[in-house]
C-alpha cells in the first residue's frame, strides 16, 4: 500500500480524532460505568463493529484521495456517523440516567451525516465524469487498473489486444498504428534506465496530444507503442502518423543530469484492418513491417 | 578454493547483478524491504562494494523481483543492463573481444562473475552455430526468468560488441507466453516455442566479424589482471557434473564423487539440494545429445547409437524413448511439421 497521500490529510486526521475523542469525553462526563453483568456483549460486537468499520472507511478515504472539496464532505459525512455509532457503543458500558439529553441526542448527527455522504457521492459521481474525460486517449470503454503500465500510465499490451478483438468487430476501416524510438537503447546506456523511463513517459504524453479524443494509445512492450484509430480510413492514418513523427523530431527533451537536448525520431508501421483480420496475426504484420521500414531506413 | 560453485557458495560480486536488480525494481516502486525479503542481502553491505553473494541469494531475490515488479519485462531489462553494467574487472575484459567467437571464449572466464546460472555449449555443423543452454546450478522455478535473462543479455550484447544486430534463432522448450510483445522486442521475431530443447542458433560467419573498439593491449592487460586477482570458481555445480557425463557416457556416481573428492552420500545430497539426481542429470545429458544428433545433424538410428556408444539399435530406442517420450522416428516426424510451420 502507498501512504503517500497521508501526510497531506493532518487536519482532517486530526478533526477525526478529535470527534471521536469528544464523544468519549462526553459520555464518560455524563454517566457512570456499569457493572460486568450489566454489560451485553453481543450489542457490543453489533454496534462496535460498525464503529470499527467506519474508521476502516475513513483510512481508506484518507490514503487514496487527494484533499479537496469531495473529500471534506465524505470526511465530515463519514465523521458525524463515526460520532453517533461511538456513542451508541459507549452507552453499552456507561450507564446514563432515563431521559437523559446525551441518549436523546445521540442519534442526530448519523442522518446528517447520511445525507452529506450521499450529497458528496453525487459530487463523486460528477468528478469521476471529470477523470473519465481526461483519462479519453488512455483509455478505451473498459477500466482495468491491474493493466496499466507502470512507467508511462498508458495501458499494456493485454489491455490493447482485448480492445483491438473488440474493435475488429465493431470498425469498419479500422487502422493500427505501431511506433517505435529510434536508438532508444543508446540513450538508456548512456543515460541510465531512469532517463529512459522518464523520456518514455513524456513521449507518451506528446504522442497523446497528437491523437484524436476516439483514438488510444497503448504501450505495446519496450519502446515501443500502440495507437488504435478506429473509423479512420488508410491516407487519414498516414497523416496522422506523419504529424505524430513530426511533433516528436522538434521534441527537445532535456537529460537530467547537465540539461543536455536529445532529439529523437520514430519509426512507424500502420495495418488497416479488413474484416477478416484476427489480433495475433494482425500484430505479427504490424511487426514485420515495423522491422521492415526500421531496415530500410 | 573449491574448483566449481554450489548453490550455497559466497563468490560472486553483489555489486553486478543484485544491483541492478535492486535499482531496477526500484525504478518500477518496488519497495526495497519488501524486495530483499528472505534473501539475507543487505542494502548497506551491497554500497560497500565488498560482499559477495551466493547464487541461491540471488535466486530468491529474482522470484522476488519477478513477484512484485510490475510488468513482465523485468528478466529482459535486467539483461539488457548486465553487460556492460558495474562489475568492471569481468566486463573490461569482455569490451576488448577480437571477434565474437573470442568474446565467447572470454566469457567463459568471467561468467561465474557475471552470469552464474547457465551453462553454454557452443557446436557447430555445416553454416551454423548451435548455442545449448543448461541450468548451471539449480534455478529450480526461476530458470525461465534466468533464461529469459541470458538471451536478453546475449543479444544486447552482441549488438554492443559488433556494433551490429546478430540474427539469433531462438528455440525455447515452453510454450508460447502470453507476454510475447517483450520476447519479439528484445530478441527479435526468428522465436519459435515448445521445441525439444533449449537452444540459440545462428549462422558461423558471425563469429568471425571484427569487434570495432577491440584492442590487442587492452585484452592482454585485462587478462593478467583477471589471473591475478580472480580466486572465484569457473564452473557451477551441476555443470561439473554434467562435464564428467559428457566426457564419459558410462561414468557413475561413486567415479564422480572420488574425482571432486567427497563421499558418495554427499555428492548425493548436495545433487537433492540442487533440485536433481545423478540418474536425472545422466538421461537429461544424453537427451540433450541425442536430440541434436537427431535433429540438428540429421542422423539415423545407427550413426547416433554408435556415436553414443550403444551396442544395438533397439537398446538405443528404448533408452530414446526413456528420454523424450517418443520413439526417434515419431521425434523425427514432428521436428518436421514445426519446421514447415515456423
Not at chain 1, 94 to 115: T, Y
Not at chain 2, 80 to 108: E, I, K, T, V
Not at chain 2, 272 to 293: C, I, N, P, W
Request: proline share 4%.
Amino acid at each position: 500500500m502507498n501512504y503517500s497521500l497521508l501526510p497531506l490529510h493532518r487536519t482532517r486526521i486530526c478533526l477525526v480524532l478529535c470527534i471521536a475523542l469528544a464523544a468519549i469525553l462526553l459520555s464518560l462526563t455524563q454517566g457512570q460505568l456499569k457493572t460486568w453483568p450489566e454489560i451485553s456483549w453481543l450489542d457490543i460486537t453489533g454496534e462496535g463493529g460498525v464503529a470499527v468499520l467506519t474508521l476502516v472507511w475513513l483510512f481508506f478515504l484518507f490514503v487514496s484521495r487527494p484533499p479537496g472539496r469531495v473529500t471534506d464532505m465524505l470526511v465530515v459525512g463519514l465523521s458525524c456517523f463515526m460520532f453517533s455509532a461511538l456513542l451508541d457503543l459507549l452507552d453499552e458500558f456507561i450507564r446514563q440516567e432515563n431521559g437523559h439529553w446525551l441518549s436523546v441526542v445521540e442519534s442526530i448527527p448519523a442522518p446528517f451525516g447520511m445525507i452529506m455522504m450521499t450529497w458528496a457521492l453525487y459530487q463523486w459521481h460528477q468528478e469521476q465524469l471529470t477523470l473519465n474525460a481526461q483519462l479519453r486517449r488512455r483509455e478505451a470503454q473498459s477500466r482495468q487498473h491491474h493493466q496499466v503500465d507502470w512507467v508511462t500510465r498508458l495501458y499494456d499490451a493485454d489491455y490493447l489486444r482485448a480492445h483491438l478483438a473488440k474493435q475488429l468487430q465493431v470498425s469498419h476501416s479500422l487502422s493500427v498504428l505501431m511506433l517505435d524510438i529510434d536508438n532508444f537503447d543508446q540513450f538508456n546506456r548512456r543515460y541510465g534506465g531512469q532517463e529512459g523511463d522518464r523520456l518514455l513517459r513524456e513521449m507518451s504524453e506528446l504522442i497523446l496530444m497528437n491523437i484524436r479524443q476516439s483514438d488510444l494509445a497503448c504501450r505495446y512492450a519496450g519502446d515501443r507503442f500502440i495507437v488504435l484509430l478506429p473509423d479512420t480510413p488508410r491516407p487519414a492514418a498516414i497523416t496522422l502518423a506523419a504529424q505524430i513523427k513530426e511533433s516528436i523530431r522538434h521534441f527537445a527533451f532535456k537529460t537530467r543530469e547537465n540539461g543536455e537536448t536529445v532529439f529523437h525520431t520514430l519509426s512507424s508501421a500502420l495495418v488497416s484492418a479488413v474484416n477478416t483480420d484476427q489480433v495475433e496475426p494482425l500484430l505479427q504484420r504490424l511487426n514485420r513491417q515495423l522491422e521492415l521500414s526500421r531496415q530500410g531506413s | 578454493m573449491k574448483a566449481y560453485a554450489a548453490l550455497d557458495d559466497k563468490y560472486f560480486p553483489a555489486q553486478q547483478i543484485a544491483a541492478s536488480l535492486i535499482d531496477l525494481a526500484a525504478n518500477r516502486g518496488v519497495d526495497r524491504n519488501k524486495l530483499l525479503r528472505g534473501t539475507c542481502i543487505f542494502y548497506e553491505d551491497m554500497r560497500e562494494g565488498t560482499s559477495l553473494l551466493c547464487a541461491s541469494q540471488m535466486l530468491r531475490l529474482m522470484a522476488n523481483a519477478r513477484q512484485l515488479m510490475p510488468g513482465n519485462d523485468a528478466a529482459f531489462q535486467l539483461g539488457r543492463r548486465l553487460f556492460p553494467g558495474h562489475y568492471s574487472q569481468a566486463s573490461n575484459l569482455l569490451l576488448q573481444s577480437q571477434n565474437l567467437r573470442d568474446a565467447f571464449r572470454l566469457y567463459s572466464l568471467v561468467k561465474m562473475q557475471l552470469f552464474p546460472f547457465v551453462q553454454t555449449r557452443l557446436y557447430r555443423h555445416e553454416q551454423c552455430c548451435f548455442l545449448l543452454l543448461d541450468d548451471a546450478i539449480g534455478c529450480g522455478n526461476e530458470y525461465q526468468f534466468v533464461i529469459e535473462t541470458y538471451c536478453a543479455a546475449l543479444v544486447s550484447a552482441c549488438r554492443l560488441l559488433l556494433g551490429q544486430r546478430i540474427p539469433f534463432h531462438f528455440d525455447f522448450p515452453f510454450p508460447r507466453p502470453r507476454y510475447i510483445q517483450e520476447f519479439e522486442e528484445n530478441l527479435g521475431y526468428r522465436l519459435r516455442f515448445s521445441q525439444p530443447f533449449l537452444c540459440i542458433r545462428f549462422d558461423q560467419r558471425y563469429l568471425h566479424y571484427a569487434c570495432p573498439q577491440a584492442s590487442q593491449t587492452l585484452r592482454w592487460h585485462a587478462l593478467r589482471q583477471l589471473h591475478r586477482s580472480s580466486q572465484a570458481p569457473r564452473l557451477g555445480f551441476l555443470e561439473v557434473i554434467r562435464q564428467h557425463i559428457i566426457n564419459d557416457k558410462n561414468t557413475n556416481l561413486q567415479e564422480i564423487a572420488a574425482a571432486l573428492v567427497i563421499s558418495p552420500a554427499t555428492l548425493k545430497r548436495r545433487l537433492k539440494q540442487h533440485g536433481t539426481s545423478f540418474m536425472q542429470l545422466q538421461d537429461e545429458v544424453h537427451r540433450q545429445q541425442a536430440l541434436y544428433l537427431l535433429h540438428v545433424k540429421g542422423l539415423n538410428n545407427e550413426d547416433i547409437a554408435a556415436q553414443m556408444a550403444f551396442n544395438d539399435i533397439p537398446n538405443f530406442r528404448r533408452a530414446f524413448k526413456r528420454w523424450t517420450g517418443s520413439t526417434p522416428s515419431q521425434a523425427r516426424l514432428s521436428w518436421k511439421l514445426i519446421d514447415f510451420s515456423g
